[in-house]
Nanobody
């Protein structure tokens, strides 16, 4: 069993920055991959970014490439999502998840953290 706890969401002006954190516990993570997803009201949950825990290899959705950075701290079992140049369309509930690297399919979810971007 894996427990994931997100934090760092909030209200920010367009063009601003936020850093989300996802603290993981419950098992060894060296062979896992982690992802961030987001869901806006009335929309499906979409993939945002992924990181391979062991190598640090990353992958991004086109909509956030160049603005968002996913990273991890092995010692803290924590994954981060640095979000810069935020746009109103980035507003959503952001979730972290453990994922399969080959298709980014999630299998454990956190509870989510709200990001609001004021225009």
């Amino acid at each position: 069993q894996v427990q994931l706890v997100e934090s760092g969401g909030g209200l920010v002006q367009a063009g601003g920055s936020l850093r989300l954190s996802c603290a993981a516990s419950g098992r060894t993570f060296s062979n896992l991959s982690m992802g961030w997803f987001r869901q806006a009201p009335g929309k499906e949950r979409d993939f945002v970014a992924a990181i391979r825990w062991s190598s640090g290899t990353t992958y991004y959705a086109d909509s956030v490439k160049g603005r968002f950075t996913i990273s991890r701290d092995n010692a803290k079992n924590t994954v981060y999502l640095q979000m810069n140049s935020l746009k109103p369309e980035d507003a959503a509930v952001y979730y972290c998840a453990t994922i399969l690297w080959n298709n980014f399919a999630p299998f454990y979810w956190g509870q989510g953290t709200q990001v609001t971007v004021a225009s």
